[in-house]
Nanobody, 126 residues
Framework: QVQPVESGGGSVQAGGSLRLSCVASGAIYSSNCRGWFRQSPGKEREGVADIHSDGSTNYANPVKGRFTISQDNAKNTLLLQMSSLKAEDSAMYYC????????????????????WGQGTQVTVSS
């Protein structure tokens, strides 16, 4: 069982910065995919950024160059540094843990997330 808990959300003016954190309890050592997602009203949940056991990272195009994902392994903490925030970044942000796996017919692994936090609200005003 893995139970992530997010914190650090709040209200900020456009152009400002926020840092989100996610502390996970349980046997997270078996989770080799760790990421951030977000969902705003009227939209489907979308991936923001993730980090893998080998240290590689991926970012959604809208946040590239502005957001940075990192991992403090000693503290079991996942971080998301958000800079140059825009109004369209407003959403409920979730952290998630999962594992890489293979899809039939492919050779490149993808992440399957099965442990989710409760979310932290980020509101950016323009």
């Amino acid at each position: 069982q893995v139970q992530p808990v997010e914190s650090g959300g709040g209200s900020v003016q456009a152009g400002g910065s926020l840092r989100l954190s996610c502390v996970a309890s349980g046997a997270i050592y078996s989770s080799n995919c760790r990421g951030w997602f977000r969902q705003s009203p009227g939209k489907e949940r979308e991936g923001v950024a993730d980090i893998h056991s080998d240290g590689s990272t991926n970012y959604a195009n809208p946040v590239k160059g502005r957001f940075t994902i990192s991992q403090d392994n000693a503290k079991n903490t996942l971080l998301l540094q958000m800079s140059s925030l825009k109004a369209e970044d407003s959403a409920m942000y979730y952290c998630a843990y999962g594992r890489r796996g293979l899809v039939d017919g492919t050779t490149s692994p993808v992440c399957f997330y099965n442990y989710w936090g409760q979310g932290t609200q980020v509101t950016v005003s323009s």
